[in-house]
C-alpha cells in the first residue's frame, strides 16, 4: 500500500535520511521516536505537503511525487492539532471535505450521517464547532479524513486529546477499515497505544530508522523478554544517539 | 468541471466568502440586526451623498479631461497603497496563519488553484471597504448616464487583485531575506507605511507646499482633451471605460495572480513558507544567574522581556510616529507659520504620546497570555500591576521621551506645556487600560463594539489633552 525508499529532506539540518518503509494492506503501522526525530516530516511528505529532496514515494502502485493529485485521492491527512473552521457545523466541514476529495453528494451524505454517528457527534451535527472541545474536535478531523474512504490513512497523535472512550471508540473504528484492506500509519508518545494497536512499529532517530518490526522482534532486539515497549524504545534510542 | 463544481476554484471561493461571512455575523441576533440597519441606513447616505456629488464629477469629466485623469490617477494610486497595505498584513495571515491549508493542500487539489484562490480572497478582503465608499460615486454617476464609470468595479477588483499578488510576494521575499521571525514583523511595518502612503498621496494636494503642487502640474499634467500616450495614465483610463487599458489592467492582475500562486505552490511544496510559527533562535546562555533574585524582580524582568518581544510593537510604534508627519505638515501648511509656532506641535506630540502609550500598554495590560499563572500564585495582584506600570512608564519614557526633548531643544518655550500635556495623556492612557482591561475576546460583534468605543474614548483622550496643551502653549 505505501511503499517509500531513500526519502531525504533537509531544513538546513537533516531531518529524514534515506528513509525506506513498507507497509502492506491491512497493516496498522506506528512510527515512533523522540520529539525531532522526523516523524511529522516524513508523514508530510507522504502526504504531498513536503516536497521530499530526494526519494520515492508509492501509494497503492502510484507514484506520489509524479502524480500527486491521484495520490491524494486514496490518501487522509489527520494532523496533531485539528484545525476546523469554528463558524461551521461538522455537518457542513464534512460538506466541504467531500467537495475536495470530490465526493459524490449522495455518498457523501450517508457517509458522513454515518461517521457522525459512530463518533458520536450527531447530536451535534448543527452547532458550529467553535465551542467543541479537544476531543469533539478531534473526532470531527477524523470524521473528515474518513469521508472520502481512503485507502491509506496517514495519522499524526490521532488520539491525543481524546478521553478513554473516544480513544477506544477511535481505536475500533481503524481496526475495522483495516479489517477491509485500509493501512494506517500513525505517530505516537503514547507507547501504549503503539504497543496495543500497531501490527508493526518503526522507530526513528536524527531522521533514521534505528529498528523496525512487530512488538516482539523489538523486543527481541534489545533482549529483554519482558521489556515493555517503552524500555525497547528508551533502549534502542539511546543506542542510536550513542 | 462546471464552474462552480466541488473542487472548482469558484466553489473554494465561495467557501472563504462563507466563511467570512459567518465571522461577520458572530454576535448575538439583535447585534447582528443592528449592524444590518446601520449599514444599510450607511449605504443609503452614501448612495445620497453620490447622487449629490456626481454633478462635480460630471463637469470635471466634461470640461477637462487632463484634470479628471490626474485627479482619478491620484486617487487610485492612494487607493494602490491602501490596497497594498491591507494585502500585505492579510497575505502574512493567509499564507501563515491559516490552519486549513494542511487540509486544503493534502486534497487532490491542484496547489496553484488553492493558493489563487486564497489570493483572491485576500483581495476581496482588502477591496471590500474601499468598494462600499466608492460604489455610491460610480452609481451616482451611472445614474447620470456616464455608463463608463462602471469600469471601476473592474479597476477596483484588478488593483486588489494585483496588490494581493504583490503583498504575498513581497512576504515570500522577506521569508527568503530575513527567515520567519523578522517576516512578521517587517510585514507589518510595511503594511503600515503602505497605510501612511495611501495618506500622503490622497492628501498630497494639502500637505505638499503651492510651489511644489505646481512644479508636478506641470510635469505630468496630460493636454486638455487629448488622449495622453504614457502608461501612467492607463489605470484612470480604465477607469474611464477605455477598453484597452481595462482589458491590460485585468490580464496584468491576473497574470501576476497566477504566476505567484504557482510560485508560492513551489515554495510551499519546498517546505519553506508555513514556518513563521518555528521557534526563536535560542538566546545566549547566562539567565539562570536571574533565578537569584526576589519576586517583584522576577515579575518585573518577565514583563520587560515580553514587551521587548512583543512582535507588533515596532510596527505599531512606526505607525504612530509616521502618521505624525501628514498632520504636522497640514498643520504648518494651514497655518502658514513654519516649524516653529509651537502650539502646533505640542498638539501632535501630545495626541501621539496618547497613542503610543495606548501602543505600549497592550503588550502588559493587555496581551498576557497566562493571566491565570499570577493570578493562582502566591504574589499580591498590586505587585503585578506595579511591575507592568514600571515597565510601561520606562518604555514610554525611552520612545515617547524623545519628541519632547525634541521639543524642549527646538522649542524650548513650549517645553513645559509639551511635558505636561504628554505626560497627561500618557497618565488617562494608562488609568484607562488599568481601569477598562480590555477584554480579551474581540472577535463577535460585541467584542468589535466594545473596541470601537474604547478606542473612540481613547481618541478623544489625546485630542483633548493635545488641544490642552496647544492651548498652554499659546497663552504661555
Redesign the interface.
Known amino acids: 500500500m505505501l511503499t517509500v525508499r531513500g526519502l531525504c529532506k533537509s531544513f538546513g539540518r537533516p531531518a529524514v535520511v534515506g528513509l525506506d518503509l513498507t507497509l502492506a494492506p491491512g497493516e496498522i503501522y506506528a512510527l515512533l521516536g523522540p520529539n525531532g526525530a522526523g516523524k511529522t516530516t516524513t508523514l508530510r511528505m507522504v502526504c504531498g505537503l513536503l516536497e521530499p529532496d530526494a526519494g520515492r514515494i508509492e501509494i497503492a502502485g502510484i507514484d506520489a511525487l509524479a502524480e500527486p493529485a491521484r495520490a491524494k485521492q486514496v490518501t487522509a491527512w489527520l494532523p496533531d492539532e485539528p484545525l476546523l473552521y469554528d463558524r461551521l457545523t461538522p455537518f457542513e466541514y464534512l460538506e466541504f471535505v467531500a467537495g475536495l476529495w470530490a465526493v459524490p453528494p449522495a455518498t457523501a451524505r450517508s457517509r458522513a450521517e454515518a461517521l457522525l454517528g459512530e463518533l458520536g457527534l450527531w447530536p451535534h451535527r448543527a452547532e458550529t464547532c467553535e465551542g467543541f472541545s479537544r476531543g469533539m474536535r478531534q473526532k470531527t478531523a477524523l470524521a473528515g479524513a474518513l469521508l472520502h474512504d481512503p485507502s491509506l490513512m496517514v495519522m499524526d497523535e490521532p488520539l491525543s486529546g481524546l478521553d478513554a472512550g473516544a480513544s477506544r471508540q477511535v481505536k475500533d473504528m481503524l481496526r475495522t477499515r483495516v479489517q477491509t484492506g485500509r493501512t494506517v500509519v500513525l505517530t505516537t508518545h503514547v507507547l501504549e497505544v503503539a504497543e496495543r494497536l500497531a501490527d508493526r512499529i518503526g522507530i526513528l532517530h536524527a531522521g533514521r530508522m534505528v529498528a523496525e518490526g512487530t512488538f516482539t522482534e523489538l523486543r527481541g532486539r534489545v533482549g529483554a523478554g519482558r521489556a515493555t515497549l517503552e524500555d525497547v524504545f528508551l533502549d534502542l534510542t539511546a543506542s542510536a544517539a550513542a | 468541471m462546471s464552474l462552480g463544481a ?2 472548482s476554484a469558484l ?1 473554494l471561493l465561495r ?1 472563504d466568502l462563507r ?1 467570512a461571512g ?2 461577520f455575523r ?1 454576535g448575538g441576533r439583535r447585534q447582528v440586526r443592528a449592524a444590518r440597519y446601520v449599514m444599510g441606513a450607511a449605504i443609503l447616505l452614501l448612495h445620497l451623498f453620490g447622487f449629490l456629488a456626481a454633478p462635480i464629477l460630471a463637469r470635471v469629466h466634461d470640461d477637462d479631461r487632463g484634470t479628471a485623469l490626474l485627479t482619478l490617477s491620484v486617487a487610485l494610486a492612494g487607493a494602490f497603497a491602501l490596497f497594498l497595505s491591507k494585502a500585505v498584513s492579510e497575505a502574512t495571515d493567509a499564507l501563515f496563519q491559516r ?2 491549508l ?9 496547489t496553484r488553484r488553492v493558493l489563487f484562490v486564497r489570493l483572491v480572497a485576500v483581495a476581496v478582503t482588502a477591496g471590500f471597504l474601499p468598494l462600499l465608499l466608492v460604489v455610491p460615486l460610480v452609481n451616482g454617476m451611472v445614474l447620470r448616464g456616464y455608463f463608463a464609470w462602471a469600469g471601476l468595479y473592474a479597476v477596483q477588483a484588478s488593483l486588489s487583485l494585483l496588490a494581493a499578488a504583490l503583498g504575498a510576494a513581497l512576504t515570500f521575499g522577506l521569508h527568503a531575506l530575513l527567515g520567519p521571525r523578522w517576516t512578521r514583523i517587517a510585514t507589518r511595518t510595511l503594511a503600515t507605511l503602505f497605510g501612511a502612503l495611501t495618506f500622503f498621496i490622497i492628501y498630497a494636494h494639502s500637505l505638499l507646499p503651492a510651489h511644489l503642487r505646481a512644479a508636478i502640474w506641470a510635469a505630468w499634467a496630460p493636454l486638455p482633451g487629448a488622449v495622453p500616450p504614457g502608461l501612467q495614465w492607463w489605470p484612470a483610463r480604465a477607469l474611464l471605460g477605455d477598453p484597452l487599458p481595462l482589458a491590460a489592467l485585468a490580464v496584468l492582475a491576473v497574470a501576476a495572480a497566477v504566476g505567484v500562486s504557482t510560485m508560492l505552490g513551489r515554495a ?4 519553506v513558507m508555513g514556518t513563521l510559527a518555528s521557534p526563536a533562535p535560542a538566546r545566549a546562555a547566562g539567565a539562570e544567574r536571574h533565578f537569584r533574585d526576589g519576586v517583584f524582580a522576577a515579575v518585573l524582568r518577565k514583563e520587560r522581556r515580553l514587551l521587548l518581544r512583543h512582535p507588533g510593537m515596532l510596527a505599531q510604534l512606526v505607525y504612530q510616529f509616521v502618521f505624525l508627519v501628514p498632520g504636522a505638515l497640514a498643520l504648518m501648511n494651514i497655518s502658514g507659520r513654519g516649524p516653529h509656532s509651537g502650539a502646533d506641535v505640542v498638539f501632535l506630540t501630545a495626541m501621539m504620546t496618547g497613542r503610543i502609550t495606548k501602543v505600549i500598554v497592550a503588550g502588559p495590560f493587555e496581551s498576557d497570555q497566562a493571566p491565570a499563572l499570577a493570578a493562582a500564585s502566591p504574589l499580591p495582584p498590586r505587585l503585578a500591576t506595579a511591575a507592568k506600570i514600571i515597565v510601561t512608564v520606562t518604555a514610554l519614557a525611552l520612545v515617547g521621551g524623545l519628541p519632547v526633548l525634541g521639543i524642549g531643544v527646538v522649542l524650548p518655550l513650549a517645553f513645559p506645556a509639551a511635558c505636561l500635556a504628554c505626560g497627561a495623556a500618557a497618565a488617562t492612557r494608562l488609568g484607562l487600560a488599568i481601569a477598562r482591561p480590555r477584554s480579551m475576546r474581540r472577535d463577535g460583534l460585541h467584542g468589535r463594539l466594545r473596541a470601537s468605543t474604547d478606542g473612540l474614548l481613547g481618541a478623544a483622550v489625546d485630542i483633548g489633552w493635545g488641544a490642552f496643551g496647544a492651548v498652554l502653549t499659546a497663552t504661555l
Open positions: 466541488p473542487g466553489w467557501h466563511l459567518r465571522e458572530s490552519g486549513d494542511d487540509l486544503l493542500l493534502s486534497s487532490p487539489l491542484p510551499y511544496a519546498a517546505g
